[in-house]
Antibody, heavy 117, light 110 residues
């Protein structure tokens, strides 16, 4: 059974970098699309970006200048970095596996990241 | 800026049928947008219901169906049950690897 687990600091200071890792267990990280999606408290879902099955990355245009998604196949995990965070980046961050056509079959449980001094 | 629109809220009676829609402010939704639908209950990760307009994700009952209605994507729930009470989000593929979520619809079953 594939499982995804987000990890990283739950508190980040304004202007600093948010870094999260999604560890994939029970399956290979190869051959799928790996996404980050976030949800601000009481708000809707926001697509951040994904790493495709060919290793290409695609990002939300509104976040593109601040976000990087990368993969470490040796550790079977992928990561999110979001620079220059503000309070508006406070959210639950989810990682997910999809087929590239919107069908997410596995999700992490989500991790709350709060941006505050 | 492209905005994906959804009804903020909807209600349906138990056993009834409801259709939620997903549109674009500046264009019509087509099959090229690979419309996807997700169900989310509080504190939980989303669950995929429908992808590529009308394909049901694994394990999703056939009470849930997707389509294009007019210029919007649509999610139809037939025989609504109490545990269908959730938030429903659509996502549209905008090309160049970019996806956009709608603001979500809060469905009440009463």
């Amino acid at each position: 059974q594939v499982q995804l687990q987000e990890s990283g600091p739950g508190l980040v200071k304004p202007s600093e970098t948010l870094s999260l890792t999604c560890t994939v267990s029970g399956g290979s990280i190869s051959g799928y699309y790996w996404s980050w999606i976030r949800q601000s408290p009481g708000e809707g879902l926001e697509w951040i970006g994904y790493l495709s099955n060919t290793g290409s990355t695609f990002y939300n245009p509104s976040l593109k200048s601040r976000v990087t998604i990368s993969v470490d196949t040796s550790r079977n995990h992928f990561s999110l970095r979001l620079n220059s965070v503000t309070a508006a980046d406070t959210a639950v961050y989810y990682c997910g596996r999809s087929n590239g056509y919107g069908d997410y079959d596995y999700w992490g449980q989500g991790t709350l990241v709060t941006v505050s001094s | 800026q492209t905005v994906v629109t959804q009804e903020p809220s909807f209600s349906v009676s138990p056993g009834g049928t409801v259709t939620l829609t997903c549109g674009l402010t500046s264009a019509s939704v087509s099959t090229d947008n690979y419309a996807s639908w997700y169900q989310q209950t509080p504190g939980q990760a989303p669950r995929t219901l429908i992808y590529t307009t009308n394909s049901r994700s694994s394990g999703v009952p056939d009470r849930f169906s997707g389509s294009i209605l007019g210029n919007k994507a649509a999610l139809t729930i037939t025989g609504a049950q109490a545990d269908d009470e959730s938030d429903y989000y659509c996502a549209l593929y905008m090309g160049s690897g970019v996806w956009v979520f709608g603001g979500g619809t809060k469905l009440t079953v009463l």
